[in-house]
């Protein structure tokens, strides 16, 4: 076996990253023991009671690639095929715009689909707070198995397609550190950590998880499921394992809560994190 590709992954881990790693070992360990190795973990998870139809989560995510198309569209004819900040801002404001028009269906879906409507959903205000602690949490618990994923996907990419491999940045992650504009900043941070994680979490984890569930009766098939979707649903392939990882302990979060806040705030804070990564490259 060539050692060399693991020294390369491992260089690119920081001090940060080893001090959040052992952090986050500590309590995926005790989290390991307390549930007989996740085994438990769900035992006393309640379904969410719906009367969702299973082409209900195709509705919002119809709306959200209309508007989106619908944008780019104005966007061709205002700006043309010019390049430059001013298309970049116009593509993730864009973006904004459609995660937003899938939210709005979202909401109205799940006030008439779901058992006590929004907090049937997974949406209460009264758990703001709590749901933020334990987002921290869960976010540091699964932090060591995520970068522990994005080493062992370098390593094989590199035996794959040779020493030079580099693991892609994301689209906005590379505009962010390119473009120093504040309004190309500004609208991004919006997306990438407070509009996109409220769309997805809404759509993959309250419809398309909920949906899973209440068809197969499982909740750790329906986290699976949904969590390897999600990943695919991503454009950069050498990112799916991390993001499959990711994706189950956001699926857990909201089985194991019953609130869609929680998983909300544990995508929301991962974001932010790449986010000033990258903006402090």
Known sequence: ??????????????????????????????WLLRTSFGRKALIHSEPRRNRLGIYIPLIPYAVCSLTVWLGLLIEKKLLGESAGWQAVFADNFIMCVGALSGIAVI?????????????????????????????????????????????????????????????PQHAELKEIASYPQPAVRVVICISAIVVVPIFEEMFFRGLLQTLIRTFSGRPWVS???????????HQNMPHWPAL??????????????????????????????????????
């Open 107 to 167: 909401i109205v879906i799940a006030r008439r689909y779901f058992a006590r409507r929004l907090r049937g959903f997974g949406l209460d205000a009264r758990t703001v707070r709590a749901d933020f602690g334990a987002a921290l949490v869960n976010l540091l618990t699964i932090m060591p198995v995520v970068i522990a994923t994005i080493i062992l996907t370098t390593y094989v990419s590199r035996l794959i397609a040779g020493p030079g491999f580099e693991m």
């Open 1 to 30: 076996m060539n050692t060399e590709h693991i020294k390369d992954a491992l260089t690119e881990i920081s001090i940060v990253d080893l001090v959040v790693c052992l952090a986050g070992l500590t309590l995926l360990a005790c």
């Open 223 to 233: 986290i699976a499921i949904s969590s390897a979707i999600f990943a695919a649903f």
């Open 244 to 281: 499959f990882v990711l994706a189950l302990c956001l699926g857990y979060s909201y089985e194991k809560s019953g609130s869609l806040l929680r998983p909300i705030f544990i995508h929301s804070l991962f974001n932010a994190a790449m986010v000033f990564s990258a903006l402090s490259q």
